[in-house]
């Protein structure tokens, strides 16, 4: 019978056998780890290759838009405006008794738009017409004793002078002078008249002022009042109006814009342009420059151009939103100004700042790529590109907020 500690002996490991095992061991190990590199590199180009496709807004680099005048010499955003508008408020204060228009009714110049309660009004009319007749009652028999004196003062010269034993010079004298009293009081009583009829067209006056009437012909665009309510020349505060409507001649309709001073030299009177409403941006309509304003605001550095719409059209409204590209117009002593370099325009959103550096983003094969450029003030949401594009190139404006050169891209339908 074999010992027990014979049989433990026989779970030694054996220290001094060759390294077989543990060569074959370390080899597994190794081709884990290279198993494990060539996945992740697969993984990693996987990966790579298929990045997100980011879609962005472009914008093509192209030369000043060709219009009727030409290309386009400079781009502002402003609102349309009427050259003749008024809030009308009436002339004295009362009480707003009738208002007969309303938003978009169409008014001619004298008509009553509105009337204040007007009976102490016309109390003073009735009063001021009284006064008047008395005047002329009083006037009339002065005039008529008048005439009577004279008559007398007449008669008794005429008595004097055939028989001077009959009436006496004093008696003569004294009829000429009850005459004279006589006309005197011809001639205040006059007075009286003239000062009745003063009183009676003041009164009139403000009887029919009472009456607010409109001072053109246009459209009401607003009601500032509403029957009831007090309404004055100027606001008082409290509950009072300082108009009852706003209105406009709807066919003085203009454009207002402000131009970047650096660029105001590009416009002159009666320029050609071309004007579209942020309501309607598929649709262009003609104007002309009216005026530039002959005085610069220091605080924006812009000059404010005023535009007329030759195209009438009911869909411009007052106030709406537009932006009027000023046309260059070609002629034959404008063929220096032909050979210079056309001007390229990028919206404002295309550049970004790099450092103090204007970079734009562009779009080659599918992919992005920087390009440093130089840019000229901003102007209607456009900025001139002078240097660093030459046209035809797409620009991002739109899509991406950390770009990256080499970032895969696909345009996007505005």
């Known amino acids: 019978m074999s010992s027990p500690l ?20 370390r080899w597994n190990v190794g081709l884990a780890v290279a198993a494990l590199v060539v996945v992740v590199g697969v993984v990693l180009w996987v990966r790579r290759g298929s990045a997100p496709v980011v879609q962005v807004l472009v914008a093509a680099a192209e030369q000043g838009a060709g219009g009727p005048g030409g290309g386009t010499a400079v781009t502002a955003n402003g609102y349309v405006v009427a050259r003749t508008r008024a809030s009308v408020s009436a002339k004295v204060a009362g009480r707003l008794a009738m208002l007969a228009v309303s938003e978009g009714s169409y008014v001619r110049r004298g008509a009553i738009i509105a009337r204040l309660e007007n009976a102490d009004y016309a109390a003073a009319v009735a009063q001021a017409e009284a006064t008047v007749a008395s005047a002329r009652a009083d006037q009339i028999e002065a005039e008529t004793e008048r005439d009577q004196l004279r008559r007398e003062a007449q008669r008794l010269r005429e008595i004097r002078a055939q028989n001077a034993q009959l009436v006496s010079d004093q008696e003569v004298e004294a009829a000429e002078s009850r005459a004279t009293q006589a006309d005197a009081r011809v001639r205040s009583s006059e007075a009286r008249g003239a000062a009745a009829e003063a009183g009676r067209r003041f009164a009139e006056a ?18 500032e009042a509403e029957v009831g309510e007090v309404v004055a020349p100027s606001v008082g505060g409290g509950l009072t109006r300082g108009a009852v409507v706003t209105m406009a001649d709807l066919t003085t309709l203009e454009v207002e814009v402000d131009v970047n001073e650096a660029y105001i030299a590009r416009i002159a009177h009666a320029q050609p342009a071309r004007i579209t409403l942020d309501a309607y941006p598929d649709t262009s309509f003609t104007g002309t420059v009216r005026q530039v304003v002959p005085t610069a605001d220091r605080q924006r550095a812009t000059v404010q151009v005023k535009v007329s719409i030759l195209d009438r059209d009911p869909r411009i409204l007052p106030e709406m939103g537009a932006r009027v590209d000023f046309l260059e ?19 404002v959103a295309a550049l970004k700042d790099d450092a103090g550096q204007s970079i734009v983003w562009l779009v080659r094969n599918g992919r992005l790529e920087s390009r440093a450029v130089e840019a000229g003030p901003a102007s209607g949401g456009f900025r001139e590109i002078r240097s660093g594009l030459t046209g035809g190139e797409l620009v991002v404006i739109d899509g991406v907020d950390t770009p990256s050169p080499g970032m895969r891209v696909k345009l996007r339908t505005p």
């Open 206 to 223: 403000n009887f029919e002022n009472t009456f607010i009437r409109a001072p053109f012909t246009g459209t009401v665009l607003r009601k």
């Open 6 to 25: 014979s049989d433990l002996s026989k779970l030694r490991i054996d220290r001094d056998a060759p390294g077989a095992v543990r060569s074959a061991f």
């Open 329 to 347: 117009r070609s002629s034959p002593a404008d063929s220096a100004v032909a050979a210079s370099p056309a001007r390229i325009r990028l919206p």
